[in-house]
């Protein structure tokens, strides 16, 4: 039998950075389970359990539930600010739902995906984990708010909650509704782009096998409550530099226009990265756009090569 600490619910499992980490967990040892409210978008590796729920009122496992990795959510500032409700029932009521029914079946470790989105506007500086928070979206909101009643566990229930504050994840299967895979398939497409703002703002561009390993990281670390690391690179990139790696990937350039701000964005996020390595021992080892680019960067993996 499994030892009871490799085994690990992983929510959110069918997205970008789900499928990911359920691929990596189980690769290096853990037995996973992957729950979400849709198929993968490519099969698990074997053995790895799947179990479709919906988390806001779906079945739970029954099993026990020791260490519980949750990504599952609805994404992104931009689109909270027009289904709140949505972002609240989902990011905020699905996860003191699946807190307190793992609570009830052993849990010791819940891992939380949490955001960059709560330091909110900075001037371009590093964020550090103890910084004055500052939500500007529902999304940021939900996060912070996750992050509360992880805290709250930790302390009334004794379970280990360990945040963990992702900056703008990039890689393969990359959501297509963040700026740098919107930018490649309109590319491909021959869409024109609509940049909100000058292209000047900054983004701390992580990389989704990173993510993956500071999942494990954290899954292995030996403190102990209620905690909150940064995991980011500490570089930035600019938007017109995204821009700029989207045409590099595909070989090809569209038309791209400039438009106002959007309200949800903020300048810039950074993130100051020495607690994650002096606690957790991890550290960002991809760098964008990095040697070689996304696989199936080109018209082919649209399908548009017959
Ligand atoms: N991608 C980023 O840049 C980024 C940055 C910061 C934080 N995060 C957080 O990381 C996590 C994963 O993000 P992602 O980019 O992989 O998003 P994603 O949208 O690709 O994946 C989220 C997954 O959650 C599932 N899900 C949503 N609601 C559900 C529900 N009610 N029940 C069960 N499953 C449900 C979706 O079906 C989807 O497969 C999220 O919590 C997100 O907020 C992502």
């Excluded at 964008?288 to 996304?294: A, E, H, K, Q």
Aim: contains cysteine.
């Amino acid at each position: 039998m499994q030892a009871e600490r490799n085994r690990v619910l992983v929510t959110g499992a069918s997205g970008f950075i789900g499928s990911q980490v359920a691929r990596h967990l189980a690769a290096v040892g853990h037995a996973i389970t992957a729950l979400d409210l849709r198929p993968p978008p490519e099969p698990h590796p074997a053995g790895v359990k799947m179990i479709d729920c919906d988390l806001r009122h779906g079945k739970l496992p029954d099993d026990e539930l020791p260490h519980v990795v949750h990504l599952a959510a609805l994404g992104g500032v931009r689109p909270s600010m027009e289904r709140p409700l949505d972002y609240l029932d989902t990011n905020l009521g699905a996860t003191i739902r699946l807190l307190e029914h793992a609570r009830k079946r052993g849990l010791r470790r819940f891992i939380f995906a949490s955001s960059s989105s709560v330091y909110g506007p900075t001037a371009g500086r590093p964020s550090k984990e103890d910084d004055q928070l500052n939500p500007c979206s529902p999304y940021a909101i939900t996060k912070l708010q996750g992050e509360e009643w992880g805290q709250l566990f930790a302390e009334k229930h004794g379970i280990d909650f360990i945040a963990l504050r992702f900056f703008a994840v990039w890689g393969p299967g990359q959501r297509p509704d963040l700026a740098l895979e919107s930018f490649r398939r309109k590319i491909l497409e021959g869409e024109a782009i609509t940049i909100h703002g000058d292209g000047s703002q900054r983004r701390d561009l992580t990389h989704v096998s990173d993510v993956a390993r500071a999942i494990e990281a954290a899954l292995a670390w030996n403190g102990r409550g209620f905690e909150v690391f940064n995991v980011g690179t500490g570089r930035s990139h600019s938007v017109n530099e995204m821009l700029r790696a989207a045409e590099a990937w595909t070989g090809m350039k569209t038309k791209v226009h400039y438009g106002p701000a959007h309200p949800a964005d903020v300048p810039a996020t950074l993130a100051d990265v020495r607690k994650a390595e002096e606690m957790l021992g991890w550290k960002a080892e991809a760098s964008f756009p990095g040697r070689s680019p996304l696989p199936n960067s080109g018209k082919a993996a649209l399908g548009l090569l017959r």
